[in-house]
Nanobody
Framework: QVQLVESGGGLVQAGGSLRLSCAAS????????MGWYRQAPGKQRELVTT???????NCADSVKGRFTISRDNAKNTWYLQMNSLKPEDTAVYFC?????????WGQGTQVTVSS
């Protein structure tokens, strides 16, 4: 069973930055797509950004130019660098990985942006 462990959430003021990490329990070369989703209170989980095994990235319009996904193959970890944070970015952030037959989710980490 693959485990994804997130870290790096917390409380930050608007305009600040945070970096989230997602460490996988096996080689990330086995994943076709890795990414980040978020869920704010009372809202559905939404896509934030993804990166494919080939390195192609995709992100939501709401975070373009502010959030960046990256990965470290040697550490089996991918990251979400969040800059210029806004109060509306407040949510639980989940990392996600998709292999050929399965999807995997992290436990979620809270990000709170104060105004």
């Amino acid at each position: 069973q693959v485990q994804l462990v997130e870290s790096g959430g917390g409380l930050v003021q608007a305009g600040g930055s945070l970096r989230l990490s997602c460490a996988a329990s096996r080689s990330i070369f086995s994943f076709n797509v890795m990414g980040w989703y978020r869920q704010a209170p009372g809202k559905q989980r939404e896509l934030v950004t993804t990166i494919t095994s080939g390195g192609t990235t995709n992100c939501a319009d709401s975070v373009k130019g502010r959030f960046t996904i990256s990965r470290d193959n040697a550490k089996n970890t991918w990251y979400l660098q969040m800059n210029s944070l806004k109060p509306e970015d407040t949510a639980v952030y989940f990392c996600h990985a998709a292999a050929l037959w399965y999807d995997y989710w992290g436990q979620g980490t809270q990000v709170t942006v104060s105004s």
